[in-house]
């Protein structure tokens, strides 16, 4: 038996008290009907797979949804959507995940601070629990799919009253559609007339994919570049570290231990907005849901492993997950850009044709690197009265604008750039 979410404002219940399916007609909307999970491994993988495109998005792959499940269920709670037209046809399959976050730690600068010394005092006010169509993993993508025939103003608007009943339930303070690209928002626009308004994520980092491997990214860089790259890499030369790349299917999972995991830990506390946590499991759950998906790249001194990336890979695109570093060693070696080098080296070679780098270390990134960033947008409604009061008022405090600042070379740029090295 499917276990269902009750929701008496949708569902009508079936004879016998079990309800896993609703038509919902308005005037504005064709008879639909949708099914609400708990869990994926309720859902008809065929019927979900047939909604995305495998060689392009391994994050809507059931095998990534479950490993979330697994390693988060206790901080998050999960909602999957698949809507049907009235012959029972797929029309979209949505993640939906309730996540609690510390305002603070999404917060910068001046707002950081204030948020913090409040947050000491009435923990309570800085925790906001937010329902998201979307997974609480900054993946750079959304959870939400059509199929292309769907009428997408139709699907939101029932989107949107299942999130707002599950927003009631989990008493969320913030409704979230996350996270879309230039692209994806073009399919968004009925959101705006159920209430919420587009605000700036963090702008995604794009690697330039078309070389064969390092050495040939290495040869064709600019000068300037190539220089700084080449120092990068006789620093990390002189510490005699041994590296190891594993997919999930050749035992990456059972080289990711505590201590690795640590690393990563550095490096979040460094991080100047921390949206998720990540649990070691969801790591090492990464690579077993998806053992043909996975690159884990590990950079050992003797038995300890000092450094190391996680990525994602589908037919034609690859993700950097997390990244982490002992940053004792990251002093005299650069450890960050080397195992930066060694994922991209595994992109190159898998001949990646979108790399994406993450939305964080965009300077950093930038000053070595052959980047350039892409816009990346979210949804957002109020889950109570006065947070919507709040943010009429001040939503670019909320939500300041973030603009990507690396915009991709045209032609003739790359030309003078190339004649001027």
Same mark, same amino acid.
């Given at each position: ?5 009750? #929701?008496?404002?949708?569902?009508? *219940? ?26 994926? !491994? ?6 979900? &797979? ?48 309730? @996540? ?43 959870? #939400?799919?059509?199929? *292309? ?31 879309? &690209? ?14 919420? !308004? %587009? ?26 570049? !190539? ?17 190891? +790349? ?10 990711? +231990? ?13 991080? *100047?907005? %921390? ?24 950079? @050992? ?6 450094? @190391?990336? $996680? ?18 060693? &990251?002093?005299? @070696? ?24 993450? %939305? ?12 350039? %960033? ?11 009265? +006065? ?20 915009? *991709?070379?045209?032609?003739?740029? $790359? +030309? ?6």
């Amino acid at each position: 038996m499917i276990a269902t979410v009750e #929701l008496p404002s949708l569902v009508a *219940p079936k004879p016998n008290g079990v309800s896993l399916r609703e038509t919902m007609t308005a005037q504005d909307t064709p008879a639909c009907q949708y099914t609400v999970y708990k869990s994926i !491994r309720e859902v008809d993988a065929e019927e979900w &797979n047939g909604l995305r495109n495998a060689s392009r998005d391994p994050f809507m792959d059931p095998g990534f949804i479950e490993a979330v499940e697994n390693s988060m269920g206790s901080v998050c709670r999960f909602r999957h959507v698949v809507v049907r037209d009235k012959d029972g046809r797929p029309l979209a399959a949505a993640c939906l995940s309730s @996540y609690t976050v510390d305002g603070a730690a999404l917060a910068e600068g001046s707002a950081k601070v204030i948020l913090t010394a409040v947050g000491r005092a009435w923990p309570w006010l800085t925790r906001n629990t937010m329902v998201m169509c979307g997974l609480p993993i900054s993946s750079g993508d959304s959870h #939400l799919r059509f199929a *292309p025939h769907a009428d997408r103003a139709s699907v939101l608007a029932i989107l949107d009253r299942l999130i707002c009943e599950f927003a009631r339930e989990e008493r969320a303070r913030f409704i979230i559609f996350k996270e879309f &690209n230039a692209d994806g928002a073009r399919d968004l626009k009925r959101l705006e007339s159920l209430g919420y !308004r %587009q605000a700036d994520s963090y702008p995604m980092n794009y690697a330039v994919s078309d070389y064969r491997d390092f050495d040939d990214y290495l040869a064709r860089i600019r000068s300037k570049k !190539r220089r700084m790259l080449r120092g990068s890499i006789r620093k990390f030369a002189k510490g005699n570290f041994r590296v190891v +790349t594993l997919t999930g299917r050749e035992g990456a999972a059972d080289h990711y +231990t505590d201590g690795v995991h640590r690393l990563y830990e550095a490096v979040l506390s460094r991080s *100047p907005v %921390q949206f998720e946590h990540l649990p070691a499991e969801f790591l090492r759950e990464l690579a077993r849901r998806l053992p043909d998906n996975t690159s884990f790249t590990y950079v @050992y001194r003797g038995d300890e492993v000092v450094a @190391y990336s $996680a990525s994602v890979f589908s037919e034609t695109t690859f993700h950097g997950i997390v990244l982490g570093i002992d940053y004792d060693l &990251n002093r005299e @070696y650069e450890l960050y850009f080397n195992v930066l080098f060694k994922a991209l080296d595994v992109a190159f070679r898998r001949g990646a044709q979108e790399i994406l780098l993450g %939305q964080t270390a965009d300077t950093t990134k930038h000053a070595k690197l052959d980047i350039f %960033q892409g816009p990346m947008s979210i949804y957002v409604k109020g889950g109570r009265s +006065t947070i919507r009061i709040a943010l009429k008022l001040a939503f670019p405090l909320f939500f300041p604008p973030r603009p990507a600042a690396y915009l *991709p070379e045209t032609d003739d740029e $790359a +030309t003078d750039a190339a004649e001027n090295d």
